[in-house]
Structure formats: C-alpha cells, structure tokens
C-alpha cells in the first residue's frame, strides 16, 4: 500500500481537494485499495474548520463528495508517509525544515507529477480570490491526480 500526504498551508483549500479528487479517481480505477492518502497544512491557521465552501463546491461540481476538517503536519507521523506532496515552494520548504534529511526524498512539489507543470511548477493559492480560482485549481489537481495514479499503476503493473 502506498501511502500519500497532501501538503497545503492551511489544509481548507488546495490539500483537501487533492485528497478528495485523489480518493475519488483512485475508487474510478478501483485501485482505493492500493493507496492510503491524506491531507494536512503546514500551519495551524484552521485547525478543526471545515473545508473551504468554495472548494467543497467546486468538487460538488463535479460529482465529488467529501468533506474534511483542517489538521496541521504531524512530523511524528512523517516517516510513515511514501510521498509527502506540497501545493507550494512554502510548503515544500517548510517540510524540509521541520522533517530530518532522511526523510527529504519523498517530499516533492504535487505538481512535479503534472504533464504540464515542472520540478518546480506550484498550485496557487485561491482563498484571497474568486470561484475562477478555485476552478483552475481543480483543473491542475485532477490532470495532476490522474498523472500520479498513471505513475503508480505503472509500478505496480
């Protein structure tokens, strides 16, 4: 089972809907039991608030459901994770400070995995926006999702 941690800075935009659109395609592929995911922020902004409305609407939109409540990183927890994916350089950096070195190989950019990004390709943050930005998120996460599911089915095959 491979284990995956989606990165954002407050855990109530970006990660959640990671975890939910991951959770969602991987049921698609009926590969849910190959993986064991999940979300958190690198700060304790939202602890305990619910996902962003505007973000749970936009998965809504498109036929996903679920819903999250915020938690910060656990670094305890980290070596417990495969990969640990961050929305953003601040994140990625963030990780890296708080985590020893041993563990800095499974910490990688969520967008490094996107056909159309880079190594260094980040997904913005649309809290201080409009729904468009919620909307060209969603769009980057689930080409993203789909590439690292692609990626691990190519491993395991």
Not at 31 to 42: I, K, L, P, Q
Not at 61 to 80: D, E
Not at 106 to 124: H, K, M, N, Q, Y
Request: net charge neutral; glycine share 8%.
């Amino acid at each position: 089972m491979t284990r995956i941690m989606f990165v954002c800075t407050g855990n109530i935009c970006r990660s959640p809907m990671a975890h939910g659109v991951f959770l969602h395609r991987a049921r698609e592929r009926n590969m849910a039991d190959r993986f064991e995911v999940d979300s958190s922020g690198t700060t304790a902004y939202h602890v305990g608030e619910a996902m962003d409305r505007r973000a749970a609407a936009e998965l809504q939109h498109h036929g996903i459901s679920f819903s999250n409540n915020a938690r910060g990183f656990r670094n305890k927890n980290a070596g417990s994770y495969d990969l640990i994916l961050a929305m953003d350089r601040s994140n990625y950096e963030s990780l890296r400070r708080a985590l020893p070195s041993s563990l800095h190989d499974r910490i990688r950019l969520f967008r490094s995995f996107d056909p159309e990004g880079s190594e260094t390709a980040e997904v913005p943050d649309p809290w201080y926006g409009g729904r468009q930005g919620f909307v060209d998120v969603y769009t980057m996460i689930d080409r993203t999702v789909e590439a690292i599911l692609d990626t691990y089915t190519e491993r395991v095959s």
